[in-house]
């Protein structure tokens, strides 16, 4: 059974900084992706960010680029979300999804089959 669990989420100042992380664990295969969707009240679930497991290709949003930096932890089956300068539009809940997506397709969510619960993030003064 797969599960994908989120944490780290908060308040924030903007320009301040947070760090999610996302546990999986019964991914049965040995390359997937993994990724971070978000969704503000009203707003579609976006894309952020991608990881593709075993192979080290990483996306990003260009609303992200050059603020959020994705990792990933071999041993622990662990990836995090540095997300530094946040701003108010920053402000959503953050999604933790796992399947077998590749290339163009990272920012659909409809591709990923595992979801975690969702972690807060609030950036406001």
């Known amino acids: 059974q797969v599960q994908v669990v989120e944490s780290g989420g908060g308040s924030v100042q903007p320009g301040g900084s947070l760090t999610l992380s996302c546990a999986v664990s019964?991914?049965?295969?040995?390359?997937?992706?993994l990724g971070w969707f978000r969704q503000a009240p009203g707003k579609e679930r976006e894309g952020v960010v991608a990881?593709?497991?075993?192979?080290?290709?990483?996306y990003y949003a260009d609303s992200v680029k050059g603020r959020f930096t994705i990792s990933h932890d071999d041993d622990k089956n662990i990836m995090y979300l540095q997300m530094n300068s946040l701003k108010p539009e920053d402000t959503a809940m953050y999604y933790c999804?796992?399947?077998?997506?590749?290339?163009?397709?990272?920012?659909?969510?409809?591709?990923?089959?595992?979801w975690g619960q969702g972690t807060q993030v609030t950036v406001s003064s």
């Open positions: 999804a796992a399947g077998s997506v590749y290339g163009g397709s990272w920012q659909n969510p409809s591709k990923y089959k595992y």
């Open positions: 019964g991914y049965p295969d040995i390359r997937y992706s």
């Open positions: 990881l593709y497991i075993g192979v080290d290709i990483t």
